[in-house]
């Protein structure tokens, strides 16, 4: 997904309990998944996700709870009712967005899938997607793996 442009939607969600709410600036209404064992254990499943192309907004922010994942990253979370709120790169240069949280009928393309060499055989999407490893996608961000 192309967070460089100019962003020409914004959608907002908030939690289950209403106490945060995020306000997110969108090029378009691409969804990506994510198949890694942490987005997995995470949310019981792949985290179907968007890309902020901007500053996403935040409200209810002391209601926030961050969790540093791994070296690189963090997820966050409502301390209230424990909605997933987000996964960033500690730099704060990048940001997914659960996309579930933001949805509200707009016109989703589903066609990104990332860390598609840890996706469990016992699911497949049927739709064509730009799939990615875990490696490839270190390879482009300049994580390490």
Not at 14 to 41: D, E, F, I, K, N
Not at 74 to 96: I, M, S, V
Not at 115 to 122: E, G, M
Request: hydrophobic letters at 35%.
């Amino acid at each position: 997904m192309n967070t460089a442009s100019t962003p020409s939607h914004r959608v907002s969600g908030s939690c289950l309990c209403g106490t945060v709410t995020l306000t997110v600036p969108l090029t378009s209404y691409q969804v990506a998944a994510c198949h890694c064992r942490m987005c997995r254990v995470w949310g019981g499943g792949p985290l179907f996700a968007v890309e902020p192309a901007g500053p996403i907004e935040l409200e209810g922010e002391d209601a926030i709870t961050v969790f540093a994942s791994s070296e690189w990253a963090e997820r966050a979370f409502c301390r209230h009712c424990g909605t997933h709120l987000f996964y960033r790169l500690k730099d704060g240069q990048h940001y997914a967005i659960p996309a579930g949280l933001v949805d509200q009928g707009q016109d989703w393309h589903f066609d990104h899938q990332i860390f598609i060499d840890q996706k469990p055989a016992w699911y497949h999407f049927g739709n064509q997607t730009q799939d990615m490893t875990g490696q490839e996608v270190f390879d482009a961000f300049g994580g390490d793996g």
